[in-house]
């Protein structure tokens, strides 16, 4: 029948939501006069039209079910990918996981630091900031956060302060009186290395060349903990940041390999009339539940003052006077329990909290860099440090030599000015000097102490030249 013959050429299957329909442009061939008996006999052809092409292909209407059920498993899977994968995307830019990476870095840090050699002699602020720097190279943490803001303006404060709770200063002049002086001068010589080389390299250092001079001069007073903070109040940029901790810790380490070498002579130095208190000065007491509360309160008291001293006396200062007053709680706390008989486990552990405290900001440093360059571009940053650590040796030795006072105490100051306590201890323990283990610890705790505040008021006038 041609009727039916054209009808069966007509009959094609469209995929309107996978469903078998006729074509639109013969719809009006389907008459009221066709019975459903004559209906049923057609065969619809094997043809079916796409709706990107218009072009007629192979289909069987058998097959359509299976192909249905096909294409809604795989719409399925493709949304259960989605899912997860936003879900991922979810978790891995929260607060939480941010801050989930940054204490892995930071324990991943201090771990390789304590258990092996190559650790030890790198350090944990460089290893933190070099886990910084791959987690952000592979995506784990973003360039910028609200995380690291959090951790600039208030972790940070917060570590330098319980850092210094367990620094009591009484017995400076009393049982170290030599080395005192000497590490008096070596702030001296710092001070005045840093204004040659500013006045010879100033204008190599760029825009932010005060504010990494300021930095410096903090850290060659006191340590990595005076670098970091007067870098965080003066809003160094991380990059800058990052560069100039990778060229400090190298400088450093040659200094310090320069002067363990340095001859000195095995002379009796002033000390105390009590030996038991400068034996006692460097014992840590025990750690407990009730001095760790006592640190977090005091240091959290500290930046308060620190805060409202910046508001009332010198603007910009609020890290060098929250220091000023964690020593100054230190030394009240250890005044109090010699008094009472007690061993100075005030503030035990508050220490090694804030210095763990830190890691997280040296973390931060690493991925806020943002990529291996940004180590790298510290050519002229390194000769500014040579000058000053040139001129500081020059003046430490020269004005002591003068000043009459022995070499061990000089080479001791200067130690624990450019490298720290640690530092300095361990060169007067390898060198044998056991007189000048306690005085390395207490000269480089007035250098954690003193070399915020000094950093700072570089800053503020070198700024405004």
Sequence with gaps: MPGMKGIQHDLVACRHGHSLCPFPQRAHLFTPSLSAARLSRVQPSPVRCTERSGQMLPFWPEHSKHSLALHAGRMGRTKQRGCRASALSAIQHSDLAI???????????????????????????????????????????????????????????????????????????????????????????????????????????????????????????????????????????????????????????????????????????????????????????AVSSESMAMSLAAAMLACCAGLLLDRLILAGSGLGFAALSASAMASVAGMWTAKQGQPANTFAGAEALGGTLMLLFFVTIGAAAGSPGSLLNCGWLAVFMSVQLAVHLLVVLGVGKLAGIPMQALLTASNAAIGGPGTAAAMASSRGWTSQVTPALLTGSLGYSVGTPIGLAVGAFLQHM
């Design 99 to 285: 801050w989930t990476v940054l204490s892995a870095c930071a324990a991943a840090s201090q771990v390789i630091q304590v258990r092996t050699k190559l650790g030890s002699t790198v350090g944990s602020p460089i290893l933190a900031i070099i886990a910084g720097l791959v987690c952000s190279m592979a995506g784990l943490l973003p360039i910028q956060s609200g995380v690291y803001d959090t951790i600039w303006q208030s972790i940070m404060p917060l570590a330098a302060a319980l850092f210094l709770l367990e620094a009591d200063l009484r017995g400076l002049f009393s049982s170290a009186r030599d080395t005192t002086v000497a590490f008096v001068l070596a702030s001296v010589g710092t001070l005045v290395g840093t204004a040659v080389a500013w006045m010879a390299l100033s204008q190599r250092l760029g825009a932010g060349g005060w504010q990494l001079a300021a930095a410096l001069t903090a850290s060659y007073i006191g340590g990595s903990i005076n670098f970091a903070a007067v870098s965080a109040s003066l809003a160094t940029p991380g990059p800058l940041v990052a560069a100039a901790m990778a060229a400090d810790n190298i400088a450093m380490a040659c200094y310090l390999a320069i002067i363990s070498f340095c001859p000195a002579e095995n002379v009796p130095l002033r000390t105390a009339a009590n030996p038991a208190a400068l034996r006692d000065a460097g014992v840590k007491a």
